[in-house]
């Protein structure tokens, strides 16, 4: 089935996840019924998403399962039937409708992002790269840029073939449309929520059980709640207890923070924690402070590097009260 899916998208089976797009984008042109004739040219279209969607996702990795994975038929079961009936109301469109589509769209804006992504890198290795290797490192830094670009002149050429040159107008169109969808949503949710808790959650004066439970019980209790609206699809339940209400907490932390006043510089000694490797003890970037102070307030003892606090005994902090009273660490020096 694999092969015949490959021959429907016009594609060999080495083809990347980037080709079967650009492959598809091209394909559904021609195909839909709108604009294909022939007798059978719904099912074509039909077949072609069903190619589409099947490959994506076996190119993703997303049909393996975490024992053996999911055959063709669990596919089929599973995903066919959602697959051609997304297909036949996209057949039964007009076809300047569908290229209106969110679906094409969205497609047809990944696939510009990705093309323009490539030609700057091409630009980039054949003229940027060697030009300043040459001026920073010389004739050698240029040799070695030289290295480079043989390496990656496969992906530099590619780049170059699917873009003769750059279009502004087409590219900032298709970010800002991804920037609308639902995707780029989740993704910047989510990077919102990991960078603000682990940047602003853990410098909080709280202790970490708190903080865990700070953002543990809302999301908790939004996803029992929602369970009960059946009207609500399992996304929306997902995306509102996953990423809004984390994103509340946040949110909440945020202000705290950007608006505390009233710094205090704090100076302790500490030790460093003591972790056990392949080459005995070593010392880790978890600290102690002196008289156990801070000792429930674990962000405000874990850093990342290790090199800032090497050699170093003491610690300054610059601690403010913050909006919502809890104080916070804003500033930090290792003496």
């Not at 992002?113 to 004739?139: D, K, N």
């Amino acid at each position: 089935m694999l092969t015949k899916y490959y021959e429907i998208l016009g594609v060999n089976s080495s083809a990347s996840v980037e080709e079967l797009k650009q492959a598809y984008r091209k394909r559904a042109k021609q195909l839909h019924p709108d604009k294909n004739k022939g007798a059978n040219a719904h099912e074509q279209f039909v077949l072609l998403s069903e190619a589409y969607d099947y490959l994506v996702k076996f190119k993703s990795g997303k049909l393996k399962s975490k024992s053996t994975g999911l055959s063709h038929e669990e596919w089929v079961n599973q995903e066919l039937v959602k697959t051609r009936q997304r297909a036949a109301q996209q057949a039964k469109m007009r076809y300047q409708e569908f290229l209106n589509s969110d679906e094409y769209k969205s497609l047809n804006s990944i696939v510009t992002i990705g093309e323009h992504l490539a030609f700057l890198f091409a630009v980039f290795m054949f003229i940027i790269l060697p030009s300043g290797a040459f001026y920073f490192y010389g004739f050698k830094g240029f040799l070695g840029s030289l290295l480079l670009i043989v390496i990656t002149l496969p992906l530099s050429i590619k780049g170059i073939k699917n873009l003769a040159i750059i279009n502004t107008t087409k590219l900032l169109k298709s970010i800002f449309h991804l920037i609308q969808t639902k995707g780029f949503l989740i993704v910047f949710l989510t990077f919102f929520n990991f960078f603000t808790f682990l940047k602003i959650g853990m410098q909080t004066l709280i202790s970490i059980y708190t903080l865990f439970g700070v953002f543990i019980i809302p999301i908790s209790l939004s996803f029992f709640i929602l369970i009960y609206f059946k009207k609500i699809s399992g996304y929306q339940k997902r995306f509102y207890s996953l990423c809004i209400i984390p994103f509340a907490v946040n949110l909440l932390f945020l202000i705290n923070y950007v608006f505390a006043k009233n710094p205090v510089l704090e100076t302790y000694f500490f030790k460093k924690e003591m972790h056990a490797s392949t080459g005995g003890w070593q010392e880790s970037t978890y600290i102690y402070l002196e008289n156990d102070a801070y000792a429930n307030c674990q962000g405000i003892r874990s850093f990342w590097d290790y090199q800032a606090m090497a050699q170093k005994s003491r610690v300054s902090y610059v601690i403010c009260e913050g909006f919502f009273g809890f104080r916070v660490l804003t500033d930090y020096k290792f003496e």
